[in-house]
């Protein structure tokens, strides 16, 4: 299945049981599509490369037979610190989530911290326990692990990471986030991911729409750290 919504390219999905889709939405498919020429294929060979790449190091998932997982895709005209400096804040994910009206992390904030996330009203959810599992800032990744709450999200993990390249000329970010999650009993794999999907696609539209904000008004140094 390829997808496009809100400028936000999925994956094709993976499901426990079962090997995952290959070529699916990518970058070069973009590129080919509005813009001709040999020079222009070269780059999103290149650029389909990279993604390829960055998803085989940061973004491998082990799933078992009742899970499904799905990568979805983001580029963001942005420099990669000034996005990164939004992503890494595990302690105010409201920064950029819409659906986030609270957030309070136990103890320091390290590797293993734990952050109590309070949810917006009108969605399937008040509250949402989550782990910090990894935060690298040499190569701008973050992934978390939901340990709790009164949702159906069960052993929900993901990472996200974020990459420099250039947009239209300039300093932009590409931003990967996937993730594997049981699928609850009474749903399908397809019905459990394209839910998941739906808020992740909703997260990387505000990160970008802030993120793209924040650079506009060139406010270009770090925020937050």
């Given at each position: 299945?390829?997808?496009?919504n809100g400028?936000?390219?999925?994956?094709?999905?993976?499901c426990?049981?079962?090997?995952g889709?290959e070529?699916?939405w990518r970058?070069?498919?973009?590129?080919s599509?509005?813009r001709?020429?040999?020079?222009?294929?070269?780059?999103?060979?290149?650029?389909?490369a990279?993604?390829?790449?960055?998803?085989?190091?940061?973004?491998?998932?082990e799933?078992?037979?009742n899970?499904?997982s799905?990568?979805l895709?983001?580029?963001?005209?942005a420099?990669?610190?000034?996005?990164?400096?939004l992503?890494?804040r595990?302690?105010?994910?409201?920064k950029?989530?819409p659906?986030?009206?609270?957030?309070v992390?136990?103890?320091?904030?390290?590797?293993?911290s734990?952050?109590?996330?309070?949810?917006k009203?009108?969605?399937?959810?008040?509250?949402s326990?989550?782990?910090?599992e990894?935060l690298?800032?040499?190569?701008h990744?973050l992934?978390?692990?939901?340990v709790?709450?009164?949702?159906?999200l069960?052993?929900?993990?993901?990472?996200l990471?974020?990459?420099?390249?250039?947009i239209?000329?300039r300093?932009?970010?590409?931003?990967?986030?996937?993730f594997v999650?049981?699928?609850?009993?009474?749903?399908t794999?397809?019905?459990t991911?394209?839910f998941?999907?739906?808020?992740?696609?909703?997260n990387?539209?505000?990160l970008?729409d802030v993120s793209?904000?924040?650079?506009?008004q060139?406010?270009?140094d770090p925020?937050?750290?």
């Amino acid at each position: 299945m390829v997808e496009m919504n809100g400028g936000v390219g999925v994956r094709a999905r993976s499901c426990g049981g079962g090997g995952g889709g290959e070529g699916c939405w990518r970058l070069v498919d973009e590129l080919s599509s509005s813009r001709g020429g040999s020079s222009c294929a070269a780059a999103a060979a290149a650029a389909a490369a990279a993604e390829s790449e960055y998803v085989r190091r940061f973004h491998r998932h082990e799933l078992r037979e009742n899970q499904c997982s799905s990568t979805l895709f983001k580029h963001i005209k942005a420099p990669v610190h000034l996005v990164w400096s939004l992503v890494r804040r595990f302690d105010q994910p409201q920064k950029y989530k819409p659906f986030v009206s609270r957030c309070v992390v136990r103890g320091d904030l390290e590797i293993g911290s734990v952050r109590e996330v309070d949810v917006k009203s009108g969605l399937p959810a008040t509250t949402s326990t989550e782990r910090l599992e990894l935060l690298d800032d040499n190569e701008h990744i973050l992934s978390i692990k939901i340990v709790g709450g009164d949702h159906r999200l069960k052993n929900y993990s993901s990472v996200l990471s974020v990459h420099p390249e250039t947009i239209d000329g300039r300093p932009g970010t590409l931003v990967i986030e996937s993730f594997v999650v049981d699928v609850p009993d009474g749903n399908t794999k397809d019905e459990t991911c394209f839910f998941v999907e739906a808020f992740i696609k909703c997260n990387l539209k505000s990160l970008a729409d802030v993120s793209e904000r924040l650079a506009v008004q060139d406010q270009t140094d770090p925020i937050g750290w």
